[in-house]
């Protein structure tokens, strides 16, 4: 008995000892990554600034340049260096991604500002080919949006360019937008891009978002890639909270489809995507101004969820005396309703930054409204309020701005 005890504890011990020896090996590993990402990160700003030079030069030197066969050469050299760029662009981001490094801007932007604004880069590359290319929207339930406009961009750009290169001359790619409700306040956004091109193998298929892979046949042979493009694409969707998925056939076309969860927005600025969870609000005082009880009841218990204490009035004219009562400095931010029966939002918001009182203009004023038209937050800050979102009231808009104001 005393012998399968001692075995049995040697056996433990060997065990903790190699599982010490595992996480060892993962720190040295996790070490020796980061490094690797800083050194690639390092050298790719540092070679960036050379190869622009050479860009730049090479542009004057097609302009410049009268002998053909010297323009040509300066051409080689630009198409040369903008590839050389492209490559390390797309490094850069890698590295960024795989050690972490990302971070997110979401601000609100209209869907068809972002998709001309899309269309207007990738259109030169269809016109080139005489590609028949067409975007189209389908059930848009919310126009503006928030999300981090550059990396949302970036991905489609990349799918799009993909498409013109892929696809041959006077063919067809399609760009779409459509959309479903997600519960929790936000909009299932699906971005589809379909094109007739050359298409992929099922055995690329299975590899397609793996770095520095790529797939060479006749049909793409003299066509350029880092390999990169794709990964990264699909690490920035779902860093954003979505999904990628692909589906392809030799010789009749890919179609890539892009799902994102986004919060609707009824305002402007920064505002962040996640919930009571990425911010404390514990110790603030928030003084809530709305004429509709169950208004009212919701915005409470969303400040409440986030560490506010609250006081309540059903009316401009009620929030001024609330405000008067009480001692400077009591109320860190007044949500305001915007549409009051006795007095208005904006008359209740002049009146209080009139007050002869210290906290008086710097007291944080929210306009809540059903109604966000450029017009409509142009009224709200010309009152003196800080900020102007939409009604319903969505839980992560209202957090990202208070936080914005607060910290």
């Known amino acids: 008995m005393a012998v399968k005890e001692q075995t049995a504890g040697s056996d433990s011990a060997a065990q903790a000892k190699r599982i010490e020896e595992l996480e060892k090996q993962l720190e040295e590993a996790k070490s020796s990554y980061a490094a690797v990402s800083r050194f690639m990160s390092r050298t790719s700003h540092e070679i960036r600034t050379p190869i622009n030079s050479v860009i730049g030069l090479a542009e004057l030197g097609m302009e410049e340049c009268s002998d053909e066969t010297g323009a040509d050469y300066f051409k080689r050299i630009k198409d040369s260096a903008d590839y050389l760029l492209e490559i390390l662009n797309d490094i850069l981001d890698m590295a960024r991604i795989e050690s972490g490094s990302v971070t997110l801007y979401p601000e609100a932007c209209r869907l068809e500002d972002f998709a001309d604004n899309i269309s207007s880069v990738v259109l030169p590359l269809m016109q080139k080919k005489d590609i028949d290319f067409r975007f189209e929207f389908y059930d848009i339930l919310a126009d503006t949006l928030v999300f981090d406009k550059l990396r949302l961009k970036q991905i489609f750009i990349n799918l799009l360019s993909n498409a013109a290169k892929f696809t041959p001359e006077k063919g067809r790619v399609d760009f779409t937008i459509a959309q479903l409700a997600a519960g929790e306040g936000k909009v299932k956004t699906v971005f589809t891009v379909r094109d007739n091109g050359i298409g992929m193998s099922e055995d690329f298929l299975r590899d397609i978002f793996t770095p520095f892979v790529q797939e060479r046949n006749s049909g793409n042979a003299a066509v350029q890639g880092t390999g990169l493009g794709l990964p990264i694409a699909k690490n920035l969707t779902e860093l954003m909270g979505g999904e990628m998925s692909v589906k392809s056939q030799l010789g009749k076309g890919t179609e890539f489809t892009v799902e994102i969860d986004l919060v609707p927005s009824g305002g402007e600025g920064l505002v962040s995507r996640t919930d009571s969870g990425s911010y404390d609000f514990t110790g603030k005082r928030a003084l809530v101004v709305d004429d509709h009880s169950i208004n009212r009841i919701l915005e409470v218990k969303v400040l409440k969820k986030a ?52 906290d008086a203009k710097t007291v944080k004023i929210l306009a809540m409204s059903a109604n966000a038209y450029p017009e409509d937050i142009a009224a709200s800050k010309a009152a003196g309020m800080d900020a102007h979102i939409g009604k319903p009231v969505i839980p992560a808009v209202l957090y990202g701005e208070l936080g914005r104001m607060l910290f």
């Open 307 to 358: 560490g506010f204490e609250t006081d309540v009035v059903t009316n401009g004219f009620e929030a001024l005396k609330k405000f008067m009562a009480a001692e400077s400095g009591y109320y860190d931010a007044i949500l305001m309703d915007v549409k009051m029966p006795v007095m208005d939002g904006l008359e209740a918001a002049r009146k209080i930054r009139a007050m002869d009182r210290t």
